[in-house]
């Protein structure tokens, strides 16, 4: 299955959405992934010492570069039906840190749990499969370099 132009429209429309309100978003985003992966909060450096999800500048900038990333590999995935990973040192920071397939999981239900409060009265199935998709094109391409 190909990627649309409007999957790539879909995924774009509620990203700036995300972006509107990332202090919000992005601590549901990691509220959510420790609900489900509490012992995740001390892969997280800047997590390990806070009580519960703090907002902070890092907190923020993290988030926002996973969304951005999965948004990216949206573009790839319309443009050239594939995701070129383009840090080939990611695989080896997730290693290090821990991170094991389960977890790639949790993220992408966080991810799209996040997605449906960004896109409000917007929000559809069509536009959730094209986050997934995207999503797991990233990750898939990432955990080939873990190996
Ligand atoms: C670090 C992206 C999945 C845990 C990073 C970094 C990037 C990244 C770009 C480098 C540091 C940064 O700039 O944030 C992604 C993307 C993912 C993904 C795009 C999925 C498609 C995961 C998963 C976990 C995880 C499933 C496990 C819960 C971490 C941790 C770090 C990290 C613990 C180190 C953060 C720190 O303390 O500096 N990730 N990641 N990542 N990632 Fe991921
Ligand atoms: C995974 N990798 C890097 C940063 C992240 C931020 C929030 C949630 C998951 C993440």
Redesign the pocket.
Known sequence: MSFSEKQEALVNSSWESFKQNLPHYSILFYTI?LEK?PA?KG?????KDTAGVQDSPKLQ??AE??FG??RDSALQLRAKGEVVLG?IT?GA??IE???VDP??V???EALLKTIKEAAGDKWSNELSTAWEVA?DG??TA?KKTMN
Do not use: E, R, T
């Not at 892969?43 to 997590?47: E, H, N, Q, R, W």
């Open positions: 992934i992966a995740a892969m997280f450096s800047f997590l900038a993290h570069k996973v990333m999965v840090d990611l920071i997730h840190k821990g991170v977890h790639f949790v993220v992408k999503y990233l990750a990432i």
